[in-house]
């Protein structure tokens, strides 16, 4: 008996990660150089670990704050003064047990049980499995291509809302596509958002990683206090904290005890050793960040001008994010071709096919690693281009 069969529909409909299955396929081969995930290759910086380690041998290893201990809370706070230039009260802030949940805890504060979200496409693809396994019907809004270019047309999201939209996702700097909104772009979506009586679910984690200087446009940047924006985050990407699954929520102070509580039924916190080392990340990580940023900007460079070089792909530099996304001309099943190119060139690349509308003819690579490692993916990579 497949007892499978019998659970709920939700939990069936539920899709396997279409880079997972390529992951799986090349995970043990030797040799390989993996640009499928959306992660660096460096371990959390020691000024992170060992505060952590500390505090985890030092016995904080009770119960604590569900919405996140206050000194995290307040560097947050000062966090969001230093870089964006906004005095946001501690009440702003909910500590959460990573960018998915609070993602996850962001979509089931905003919407119903067969509501509509609309998301941008191509997309990362935990947001619309999520949202749907919460019971939301999400809807595409694809970006314009052009010259391997990508950017929005704000009728597009325009004409996705029907009486069943409760809300907008937004994610710029965009994985896996690069594209980040422009102010006036924020400022076309925001206006949209208003006249319909949207929330947006502002997902503006690689906000610090803009090839342009500085960081990102921010819907922070033109907002006004009663605007209906929930801004989500993580550790994750800043300060190569992937594995330890801390993120935090930036919403409206009415809105965080209805926050705290959907943590309180999910996950009880985040533990304190861990929120000491989340802590040690925002307080003194600023220079830490500068220099992924730059290490990623000299990664982009060299590896897009290597795939360009062979006159056979498509692509721009992105604006944002670490991610190349690009099309290798001949290629249409970009999830056999990932699979191919592990076994023939060992590398693995994210197949475009996992990015929804859109994204279907791309292949995505994360490019935030040594240069000398990037290199070498892209010299074998564009031997395989060579030889199709």
């Known amino acids: 008996m497949n007892q499978a069969e019998h659970l709920s529909r939700r939990a069936i409909a539920a899709p396997e990660s279409g880079i997972v299955a390529v992951v799986n396929h090349g995970r043990l081969k030797q040799g390989l150089i993996p640009l499928w995930a959306g992660e660096g290759d460096e371990k959390t910086p020691d000024f992170i670990s060992r505060p952590a380690a500390d505090a985890l041998v030092a016995g904080e290893t009770f119960y604590t704050w569900q919405r996140g201990i206050p000194e995290l809370r307040q560097a947050l706070a000062d966090y969001y003064t230093r870089h964006f230039g906004k005095t946001l009260p501690l009440d702003a802030f909910c500590v959460t047990g990573s960018g998915m949940q609070a993602i996850k805890i962001a979509v089931e504060a905003v919407t119903d049980p067969g509501d509509e979200i609309i998301q941008i496409t191509p997309a990362w693809p935990n947001f619309s499995a999520a949202a749907g396994m919460s019971g939301s019907v999400v809807v595409s809004a694809t970006l314009d291509y052009a010259e391997g270019r990508w950017s929005i ?86 300060w190569s904290m992937t594995g330890w699954r801390v993120g935090w929520i930036v919403a409206p102070p009415s809105l965080i005890q209805v926050l705290e509580n959907s943590v309180q039924y999910q996950t009880s916190g985040v533990a304190q050793f861990m929120q000491k080392g989340a802590l040690a990340a925002v307080e003194h990580g600023d220079d830490y960040v500068e220099s992924q940023v730059a290490r990623a900007a000299a990664a982009r460079d060299l590896f897009c001008d290597a795939l360009t070089a062979t006159n056979r792909v498509v692509t721009q530099k992105p604006d944002g994010a670490f991610y190349a996304f690009f099309r290798i001309d001949g290629i249409t099943d970009t999830k056999a071709a990932a699979i191919d190119i592990v076994d023939r060139a060992n590398v693995g690349l994210a197949p475009g096919t996992a990015f929804g509308a859109g994204g279907g003819s791309f292949l995505r690579a994360c490019f935030l690693r040594r240069l000398d490692h990037v290199e070498e993916a892209a010299g074998r990579l564009a031997a395989y281009i060579s030889a199709l």
């Open 153 to 238: 047309d704000p009728d597009r999201i325009a004409n996705a809302i029907t009486p069943r939209t409760r809300a907008l996702f937004i994610n710029t700097p965009s994985n896996p596509t690069g594209w980040t909104a422009t102010r006036e772009d924020l400022t076309a979506i925001l206006a949209l958002a208003r006249q319909h009586g949207l929330w947006i679910i502002a997902d503006e984690i690689y906000t610090r990683f803009f090839y342009a200087g500085g960081r990102a446009p921010s819907f922070l940047d033109i907002m006004d206090d009663d605007d209906r924006i929930i801004f989500v985050n993580t550790f994750s990407k800043n």
